[in-house]
């Protein structure tokens, strides 16, 4: 089975970049599609992005499009996600998660995969 593992969050300024990576490990996981899910204290994990396994869709909540990209290699069997310009609200903790299928990518209840998370905090 996959294990996921993030890493690269940490402390960053308003208006600063941060990037992530998700690490796959177990299996290679080229035939999983891969989200990043975020929680912020208090609140629920909402969607943040997407990217499919089978033609390499991309897909964005609307608070992150224009400022985040997604992207994976496969050779590497690692997802990134590359956050600019972050925003104090921003703040929270990124999971990486992964399913086996393609579809409903924003759902954060259909993935089955999850990593531990990496903290990402934005100062105002």
């Known amino acids: 089975q996959v294990q996921l593992a993030e890493s690269g969050g940490g402390l960053v300024q308003a208006g600063g970049s941060l990037r992530l990576s998700c690490a796959a490990s177990g299996e290679t996981f080229r035939r999983y599609s891969v989200g990043w899910i975020r929680q912020a204290p208090g609140k629920e994990r909402e969607f943040v992005a997407g990217v499919s396994w089978t033609d390499g869709s991309k897909y964005y909540a609307e608070s992150v499009e224009g400022r985040f990209t997604i992207s994976r290699n496969n050779a590497k069997d690692t997802v990134y996600l590359q956050m600019n310009s972050l925003k104090p609200e921003d703040t929270a903790i990124y999971y990486c998660?992964?399913?086996?299928?393609?579809?409903?990518?924003?759902?954060?209840?259909?993935?089955?995969?999850w990593g531990q998370g990496t903290q990402v905090t934005v100062s105002s």
């Open positions: 998660a992964a399913k086996s299928d393609y579809a409903h990518l924003e759902v954060v209840g259909y993935y089955d995969l």
